[in-house]
């Protein structure tokens, strides 16, 4: 799951950004969950505590009063963290340059440039499944494989846009490479599944696409249980208050 921090005093400015990353996320099936902040002071102090982030959004000018030194803080802390800022100031555009900052926008928010930035750090971060064929490489993100099907002595995988692709690993060995990431769940033993794809069990797993996917009808409790505890555990949510806050999803 993806933690964004995003700290500003203006609701409106929260509210636009927030939703937008929603929209981003719910598109690219992506979990993520975002925290919000109207001070930075709150930020620093769940960062003190093991608080960590995988993206900071932040105003640099905040209740009337510059932020830089704050942020300048929180950026020790969080060296290696992609950093966006966010503000109607531009006069701070030397001091995001130091920071290292992933880009500085003006308000108000333009989301197409929102989109772009993310892509961009997403293509950097996206975890990719390598595939042999013919003696050369293939390479396919994590957040692109719907599932994965063993059906005539081969192992096909199958993207979101409706591609596929053959696999020289059996589904065992596909399974083993995929079993640090919990979205990934061997369903039936022909078959496994991207969680973040399914929208509901029933007989079989309905798929976004109106795709459908089989899977062990003994099990069908323990499958329901673990397909809820994973969207308990990681689905996209928003935190909000005074530092943190709701979770959105």
């Not at 203006?10 to 927030?18: G, I, R």
């Amino acid at each position: 799951m993806w933690k964004i921090a995003v700290a500003d005093t203006a609701e409106d400015h929260l509210t636009l950004l927030k939703d937008a990353l929603k929209a981003y996320f719910q598109e690219t099936h992506r979990v993520f969950s975002v925290t919000s902040y109207t001070d930075l002071t709150f930020l620093e102090k769940d960062m003190a505590q093991g608080e960590h982030f995988d993206l900071l959004i932040l105003d640099l000018v905040m209740n009337g009063q510059r932020s830089v030194e704050a942020v300048r803080r929180i950026r020790e802390k969080e060296d290696g963290t992609p950093l966006i800022f966010l503000t109607a100031n531009r006069e701070y555009a030397v001091e995001s340059y130091e920071m290292n900052a992933l880009d500085y926008m003006i308000k108000p928010l333009k989301k197409e440039r929102l989109v772009k930035r993310l892509d961009q750090l997403f293509k950097r971060k996206n975890p990719r499944f390598s595939v042999r064929t013919q003696g050369d490489y293939s390479y396919y993100g994590y957040d692109e494989l719907v599932y994965f099907e063993a059906r005539e002595h081969r192992v096909y995988g199958r993207r979101k846009d409706g591609r596929e692709f053959k696999c020289s690993q059996n589904l065992g060995r596909i399974e083993e490479q995929l079993r640090e990431d919990p979205r990934f769940y061997r369903c039936h033993r022909g078959y496994i599944v991207n969680l973040d794809y399914v929208e509901q069990i029933r007989e079989v797993m309905l798929l976004k696409g109106d795709l459908r996917v089989p899977y062990r009808l003994r099990n069908k409790r323990k499958i329901k249980e673990d397909y809820q505890r994973y969207v308990t555990e990681n689905i996209c949510f928003l935190k909000e208050g005074k530092g943190s806050g709701k979770r959105m999803g």
